[in-house]
């Protein structure tokens, strides 16, 4: 189980203090995808940072399996990240060298057919020989999504994976990690803007406002609380746009 225990954080912007996190406690289960909600500047990607080690708590932990962040070798040995896609990608490598690469960062060997398992999965094979600089903005992030689950660690932290992608690979992309999570009992914590994305794939939808948990729980308990039919719709009356 993933903890995050009264975690708290502040930034100083422009000579004023601003609460970025506010006491935010969960708990997730193996097994469980839990999508973070919110308007810009809610607090969803530090959140993410705190419980990926990019960042510290002024306050508070994050646990799992009882291993604290604070032990950070055994914590980050657990985990994986994508941020902002693409830039986690080596240009000049192609995507079976950024695999392999990656995963000897980590101290992870994997051979060729490790890693032709990922390829297959993401319908790389065409472009698998090429740099990543010559590939589409799609593939690209289909790549760099790829070299984070081929690490094949316990937890799983992805911002916004589907950001800037048209409708075909978003769905393509929506569709793998919905099976890989399914097959293999990971946690995967996603900030996201993507209602299709939300719905797909959530186990559980947390909203954030200000640094504050407004509301968690299902997709469909959300919708039945708003009365509305699809997540988006939900969202934005609960938001006073509809």
């Known amino acids: 189980m ?4 009264r975690v708290s ?7 004023k203090e601003k609460i970025a996190v506010d006491n935010v406690s969960i708990k997730i289960k193996k097994g469980e995808t839990v999508c973070i909600v919110g308007p810009n500047g809610a607090g969803k990607t530090t959140t993410v940072k705190i419980c990926s080690g990019f960042v510290l708590p002024d306050s508070g932990n994050v646990y799992y399996d009882s291993i604290s962040l604070l032990n950070r070798k055994k914590y980050l040995e657990k985990i994986s990240v994508l941020f902002e896609g693409i830039r986690s990608i080596n240009w000049v490598l192609t995507p ?11 101290g992870i060997k994997k051979n060729k057919k490790d890693i032709e398992k990922y390829i297959e999965m993401f319908e790389l094979g065409d ?3 090429q740099q990543c600089n010559s590939l589409s903005r799609g593939n690209q992030q289909k790549v760099a999504i790829a ?10 932290f992805m911002d916004e994976p589907t950001l800037g992608l048209d409708m075909e690979i978003s769905h393509k992309i929506i569709k793998i990690l919905k099976t890989y999570a399914q097959t293999n009992k990971k946690i995967f914590v996603i900030t996201t803007h993507d209602s299709d994305f939300i719905e797909e794939i959530a186990d559980k939808v ?5 640094g504050k948990i407004m509301f968690e ?3 469909e308990k959300f919708k039945t609380v708003q009365n509305t039919n699809t997540f988006k719709e939900a969202y934005l009356k609960y938001r006073g746009v509809l």
Do not use: H
Not at 96 to 106: A, D, F, I, P
Not at 206 to 210: A, G, P, Y
């Open 2 to 5: 993933l903890i995050i225990d």
């Open 9 to 15: 954080k502040k930034f100083n912007v422009n000579g």
């Open 96 to 106: 079976l060298e950024n695999m392999e690469y990656l995963s000897g960062l980590r």
């Open 127 to 129: 472009y698998k020989n």
């Open 147 to 156: 070299c984070c689950l081929c690490l094949e660690t316990d937890v799983v």
């Open 206 to 210: 947390l909203i954030i406002e200000k």
């Open 217 to 219: 729980g299902s997709c």
